[in-house]
């Protein structure tokens, strides 16, 4: 390998499966990085939790914490995109907040957004064939999932294979449309 002194400048793309939790994105997520052409990198909102150290939070103060995480992962995306890294983002947006978040910074032209949706049986019953997610979590989410109604790509895992899945949305890539959803959801679009 040989150290450079400078490396182009390119957009990363984003593409980014919005869903509520069991819906399928790691399992999408997994599938794309297999098929998609260049290097991708998958970032899951659940590895930048599984990255804070063991140390107890007090209760009082867990929140914040929380809050930081969920910030700081949306800004480690962006960061990889304006390095010039494409990545799939494996992300739940069950509070209105993490959207407004994500469209202040995210390169909202490159962001392929996916809504992932899955009805709620099939959902309930991913959640109890996993055993690792509590009973009812989808459900509590899957209103305000999707509250903003508005996606570039939309795709029902209780229909379609996670490679069908992962099919389309490789074949989406090369039209996507302008404005894209991020820019019509920010409003510069
Ligand atoms: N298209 C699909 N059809 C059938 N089962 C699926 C499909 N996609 C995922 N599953 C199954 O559903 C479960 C949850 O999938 P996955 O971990 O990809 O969901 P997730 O949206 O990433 O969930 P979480 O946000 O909780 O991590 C897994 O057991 C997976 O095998």
């Not at 739940?92 to 209105?96: C, M, N």
């Not at 996507?176 to 894209?180: A, D, G, L, V, W």
């Given at each position: 390998m040989q150290h450079l002194s400078s490396v182009p400048p390119r957009r990363g793309l984003v593409v980014f499966l919005n869903g509520t939790?069991?819906?399928g994105k790691s399992t999408i997520a997994a599938e794309l990085l297999r098929i998609l052409d260049g290097p991708y990198f998958h970032m899951p909102v659940d590895a930048f939790h599984a990255?804070?150290?063991?140390?107890p939070v007090p209760p009082d103060q867990l929140d914040v914490a929380l809050h930081r995480t969920w910030r700081g992962y949306h800004r480690a995306v962006a960061g990889m995109a304006a390095a010039g890294n494409d990545v799939v983002m494996d992300h739940?947006?069950?509070?209105?907040w993490r959207l407004r978040d994500c469209l202040a910074v995210l390169p909202a032209r490159d962001v392929v957004f996916v809504g992932v949706h899955c009805p709620p049986e099939e959902l309930a019953r991913r959640e109890r064939a996993r055993g690792d997610r509590p009973g009812g979590l989808a459900a509590a989410q899957l209103a305000q999932v999707?509250?903003?109604?508005?996606?570039d790509l939309e795709l029902d895992t209780g229909s379609l294979d996670p490679a069908e899945c992962a099919r389309r949305i490789k074949e989406f890539l090369p039209d996507?449309?302008?404005?894209?959803a991020f820019e019509r959801l920010a409003g510069t679009g």
């Open positions: 939790s069991s819906s990255m804070r150290s063991g140390t739940v947006l069950s509070a209105e999707h509250a903003h109604g508005l996606y996507r449309p302008s404005p894209t």
